[in-house]
């Protein structure tokens, strides 16, 4: 099953596909690939899924690159927002398992970035450091595929 047909099979998101890195909108610039022929589409996880969960904290975007999802969080990198990306990741972990399944299955080995939307604060010292540490999303500035 390719990207396309995976978001299409997924009700919250069926309308959300778009090519290239198109549903990222400015944040597309955030990412990089090193063979764009390789990049399959993208989807706005958050938009497509803000009615139906108005109160949660929901994950931003998918992007399939050579046959494998990425799930890109862009947000602001300091202590003070740990908690709300840590509770995006869980809500991502059981939106894949109850509502994407398609796209669950097409996750890439490494799939969760965290990409800082500005400057990093996030003290290496701190308790946040080692919760974002320990659930394997410190946030980067750019991801390279």
Not at 26 to 52: H, M, P, Q
Not at 89 to 113: G, H
Request: with cysteine.
């Amino acid at each position: 099953m390719t990207f396309k047909e995976a978001v299409e099979t997924t009700l919250e998101v069926a309308t959300g596909f778009q090519t290239g890195l198109t549903a990222l909108g400015g944040y597309k610039t955030k990412i990089s690939v090193s063979n764009t022929r390789l990049l399959e589409g993208s989807v706005d996880i958050d938009l497509c899924t803000t009615a139906l969960y108005p109160n949660d904290n929901r994950w931003d975007y998918a992007l399939a690159y050579d046959k494998q999802v990425y799930f890109v969080e862009v947000h602001t990198a300091n202590t003070s927002e740990v908690s709300v990306v840590l509770k995006k990741l869980q809500w991502l972990k059981d939106w894949l398992s109850n509502q994407a399944p398609n796209i669950n299955k097409l996750k890439a080995q490494a799939p969760y970035y965290w990409i800082q939307s500005n400057g990093f604060a996030i003290p290496k010292t701190s308790r946040q450091y080692r919760q974002i540490s320990q659930a394997q999303l410190k946030p980067i500035k750019r991801l390279s595929l």
